[in-house]
């Protein structure tokens, strides 16, 4: 079946620019992560979704950043007045359930977003 | 607080040497581990998981891991190196917060597979 898919592949911006990232989860997946992976780095937790509610957006970096999941499938994670310190690789992962410990997570490709 | 620490961000073996990549994991509850593989622009597979069934873990394209617990370590190792593994692998650790699974990830290993 498909897998986590992500649009664009790839995104410059320029500085001040607003930009919208999707994620299209594998279908049925309860759960929906969004990570931002900067160079050399592992990912790093931005925020959480249980269908359609945002239960946790702990590690989004400032209220320039916002995700919503509206229907409980697709989800967009925009940022608004981009900063350089915002290129990165965003990655988008889903699972099945939402509370097991040990569920796998199925990443999507990412975008790599370059502000200039 | 649940953390991994990857022990050297480079790593370099000849095709057909012993692959180990190390990872040590801090976590005050039994903690669920997993290793994921990164090919260069693309998202992460999982590799394999510790959910505390058995100690020694099997998983995809020959690696394998063991949790030892005394150690506080999850080392990925593979007994001959492909060309085909050149990737980046990144070990995690996941824990309950707030009633759902959230994972945490080192800073990654850079395998590199010398012909």
């Known amino acids: 079946g498909a897998g986590v898919s992500q649009s664009p592949r790839y995104k410059v911006a320029k500085r001040g620019q607003d930009v919208a990232l999707r994620c299209d989860p594998i279908?049925?997946?309860?759960?929906l992560f969004w990570y931002q992976q900067a160079l050399g780095q592992g990912p790093e937790f931005l925020t959480y979704f249980q269908n359609e509610a945002q239960l946790d957006k702990s590690g989004l970096p400032s209220d320039r950043f916002f995700a919503e999941r509206p229907e409980g499938s697709v989800s967009t994670l925009k940022i608004q007045r981009t900063q350089q310190e915002d290129s990165a690789v965003y990655l988008c992962a889903s699972s099945l359930a939402a509370g097991r410990l040990g569920n796998e997570q199925f990443f999507g490709p990412g975008t790599r977003l370059t502000v200039l | 607080a649940q953390s991994v620490t990857q022990l050297g961000s480079h790593v370099s073996v000849s095709e057909g040497a012993l692959v180990l990549l190390r990872c040590n994991y801090s976590s005050s509850v039994p903690p669920y581990l997993f290793w994921y593989v990164q090919y260069p622009n693309q998202g992460l597979q999982l590799l394999l998981k510790y959910t505390s069934a058995a100690t020694l873990v099997k998983g995809i394209n020959g690696f394998e891991a063991e949790f030892k617990k005394s150690e506080t370590s999850f080392h990925l190792t593979k007994p001959s190196a492909h060309m085909s593994d050149a990737a980046e692998y990144f070990c995690?650790?996941?824990?309950?917060?707030?009633?759902?699974?959230?994972?945490?990830f080192g800073t990654g290993t850079k395998l590199q597979v010398i012909p």
């Open positions: 279908s049925g997946h309860v759960s």
């Open positions: 995690a650790v996941s824990y309950n917060s707030g009633g759902y699974q959230k994972v945490t």
